[in-house]
């Protein structure tokens, strides 16, 4: 920690700057491990806008410009490690902001100490339903009356309808849920059979399978689902074993669709899956077509800045990027770099802030612990369903092409429970 410190330092002089001219943002999340693709995507998309910002002068605090200064962590998918890591952040006194995690024990294990420091958070790429919730409807527990922790991510809700949309638009009848064993997979478990119950009860679950991080056989699994006459796999998961499924499910000839979370778009799941994955739907906020200019400089962007042909992770890329330009709007509405003062200006952020997702018009509220909707910038016009096809993630249908164009290229509305003052 010490040679990383000395090293900013080094950057901070060669740059003829001093500690207090810049804004510090945190950038956390699993740069190794079984959940990299999502955090080293979400992070060298924060990367990019932070280049162009500073390209661009920084950002208008009061009567100067600032330039973003970048104190990353990897947290590596581990609870201990990202509680070490938030104890860390929130003992900085002048850090603006942390954009970042992906996985939801690790919000529950750390964002605890953010929160008690009233430090603003950005979780993006990703995390599951309960690192909202956990803030929700608990008037005894610490910060939930003046919440510091926002997400940028389709949540769970939106994410599960979709899932057990298409299965019932599919005509099927029958269905297995399936999951992981952490935090994300139960949640994502529980999200799954509540929409099922929300859309009437039109699909049965024959059987509900759980499996484990590291767990590389799936086949005593999907032979349940198979036997119990499954015609599709609702599945919420978040590491390569996803693609143990899939390549389980051509081993016993299981021949039903593949339909969960966004996960599915990684590429550790559609590399190791090969063409077993083609077909696999799940919800997305971006996918990796150039369909507006902006989009296109991203994709290129990232593509050259990072040295790849595909973006490991394009939803969390774009989702990193974005979350970006929104804490900057807050800081340059704020007029300073004082994390509750930030916090205060994401909750009303008076312009439209253009994104490569969509151009945000007021993304969250003020926190009503009853509705953690009012920390959720996404709604369900930004969310699309995707389809992978020959190692890439594709647009499920044209129409769904055709509206987020419209959305990345329009202001999205404005929240509807907006708080009269």
């Not at 104890?87 to 100490?113: F, P, W």
């Not at 059979?193 to 009437?200: E, T, V, Y």
């Not at 439209?352 to 993304?363: D, H, K, Q």
């Amino acid at each position: 920690m010490l040679r990383q410190t000395l090293y900013g330092s080094l950057i901070l002089a060669a740059l003829g700057l001093q500690a207090g001219d810049t804004v510090k943002i945190a950038l956390t999340g699993p740069f190794s491990g079984g959940s990299a693709p999502m955090g080293t995507s979400a992070r060298d998309g924060s990367k990019l806008a932070i280049g162009e910002i500073n390209a661009a002068g920084g950002i208008q605090v009061g009567a100067k410009k600032m330039k973003i200064e970048i104190i990353e962590r990897d947290d590596e998918a581990k609870n201990e490690r990202g509680a070490l890591i938030a104890q860390e952040l929130a003992a900085m006194s002048d850090l603006t902001g942390v954009i970042g995690t992906v996985n939801t024990g690790v919000c529950m294990a750390g964002d605890k100490h953010l929160q008690e420091k009233g430090i603003t958070k950005i979780i993006c790429p990703a995390a599951g339903s309960a690192s909202m919730t956990q803030w929700a409807n608990k008037p005894d527990k610490p910060g939930v009356k003046d919440n510091s922790i926002f997400r940028f991510a389709a949540h769970d809700g939106i994410q599960a309808a979709m899932v057990v949309e298409e299965a019932i638009n599919r005509k099927f009848t029958k269905v297995a849920v399936v999951f992981d064993s952490t935090n994300y997979g139960v949640s994502g478990r529980d999200d799954m059979l509540d929409q099922i119950k929300k859309q009437g009860n039109k699909l049965e679950v024959v059987a509900q399978e759980k499996f484990n991080i590291g767990d590389k056989d799936m086949t005593a699994q999907l032979l349940r689902a198979k036997s119990a006459g499954a015609q599709a796999i609702l599945i919420w998961g978040i590491g390569p074993e996803l693609a143990a499924v899939s390549n389980g499910m051509a081993k016993i000839n299981l021949k039903v669709p593949l339909i969960g979370g966004w996960t599915l778009s990684m590429s550790n799941y559609i590399d190791n899956a090969g063409k077993n994955g083609n077909g696999t739907l799940m919800p997305q906020t971006f996918i990796e077509e150039p369909i507006t200019p902006k989009a296109k400089a991203f994709i290129d962007g990232y593509h050259k800045a990072f040295k790849v042909g595909r973006i490991p992770s394009p939803v969390a890329a774009a989702q990193g990027y974005d979350a970006v330009y929104i804490m900057a709007a807050a800081v340059k509405q704020a007029g300073s770099t004082d994390t509750k003062k930030v916090k205060e200006a994401l909750e009303d952020l008076k312009e439209p802030v253009p994104g490569v997702i969509a151009t945000w018009n007021r993304p969250y509220t003020k926190w009503d612990p009853a509705d953690v909707t009012t920390h959720e910038a996404f709604r369900r016009e930004q969310t699309v369903m995707g389809m992978v096809k020959d190692g890439r993630v594709v647009f499920g249908n044209d129409a769904d092409r055709e509206r987020l164009r419209k959305s990345a290229l329009s202001a999205t509305p404005a929240k509807a429970k907006a708080k009269k003052k």
